[in-house]
T-cell receptor, first 109, second 113 residues
C-alpha cells in the first residue's frame, strides 16, 4: 500500500545554513510528489513538486531531488531563514494526495 | 487568484448540534478535497470530489456528510460529532484529481464539546 514517511521528526539549523529534509516512499508506482510547508495555525502551502521523469527540480532557494531507485526524495533549502521555520510535508499525488508524517524545521540565530 | 477560502475559521459545537463547514475556490479547479488534521499529525484525506461527484470516501463516519453544490463550492455537514472529532479541517482544490498541485485553505479549527 501507500506509505510516505520521513526520517527525522525535527531538524534544527542555524540561520544561513542549508537545510535538507528527507522523505521515503514505498509505492514504486508513485510518479508525482509535492513538498508542502505548514506554519502554525495555517493550511499547507505548496513549495515545489517533481514528477518521476525528473530527478531534480529547482525553485527559489529550494531544490527537490528524487531517487526512484531507493524511493527517496529530499528538499534542500539554501541559506535557511527564520521565516523557513515550519513543518514540512512530502506528499504523494498519484491517485490521491497522501501526506508523509512531517518534519519540523527550527531555525536558530 | 490561487486562494481557497474556508469559513468559519473557528467553530465550537456541542455533540447534538448540526453545523456546516464551507469552502470556496474560483480557480476553475475540478477536484476538491476535505482533510482532517490532528495536532502534530499530517493531514488525513477524508473525501475527494471530481467534477462535482464524490469519487473517494476514505471510510469516513456518516456523521460527516460532504456536499458539492457546484464546481466552486464544497461543504462538509456535521452532525452528532464526538469530542475526538475536534481537529483542523482543511479544504483543498486542484485542476484535476491526482495529477496536479493542490492548493489548501487556512482551515476551520473545530472543537466539539
Amino acid at each position: 500500500g501507500e506509505n510516505v514517511g520521513l526520517h527525522l521528526p525535527t531538524l534544527s539549523v542555524q540561520e544561513g545554513d542549508n537545510s535538507i529534509i528527507n522523505c521515503a516512499y514505498s509505492n514504486s508506482a508513485s510518479d508525482y510528489f509535492i513538498w508542502y510547508k505548514q506554519e502554525s495555525g495555517k493550511g499547507p502551502q505548496f513549495i515545489i513538486d517533481i514528477r518521476s521523469n525528473m530527478d531534480k527540480r529547482q525553485g527559489q532557494r529550494v531544490t527537490v531531488l528524487l531517487n526512484k531507485t531507493v524511493k527517496h526524495l529530499s528538499l534542500q533549502i539554501a541559506a535557511t531563514q527564520p521565516g523557513d521555520s515550519a513543518v514540512y510535508f512530502c506528499a504523494e499525488n498519484t491517485d490521491k494526495l497522501i501526506f508523509g508524517t512531517g518534519t519540523r524545521l527550527q531555525v536558530f540565530p | 487568484d490561487t486562494e481557497v477560502t474556508q469559513t468559519p475559521k473557528h467553530l465550537v459545537m456541542g455533540m447534538t448540534n448540526k453545523k456546516s463547514l464551507k469552502c470556496e475556490q474560483h480557480m476553475g479547479h475540478r477536484a476538491m478535497y476535505w482533510y482532517k488534521q490532528k495536532a502534530k499529525k499530517p493531514p488525513e484525506l477524508m473525501f475527494v470530489y471530481s467534477y462535482e461527484k464524490l469519487s473517494i470516501n476514505e471510510s469516513v463516519p456518516s456523521r460527516f456528510s460532504p456536499e458539492c453544490p457546484n464546481s466552486s463550492l464544497l461543504n462538509l455537514h456535521l452532525h452528532a460529532l464526538q469530542p475526538e472529532d475536534s481537529a483542523l479541517y482543511l479544504c483543498a482544490s486542484s485542476q484535476a484529481r491526482g495529477r496536479d498541485e493542490a492548493f489548501f485553505g487556512q482551515g476551520t479549527r473545530l472543537t466539539v464539546v
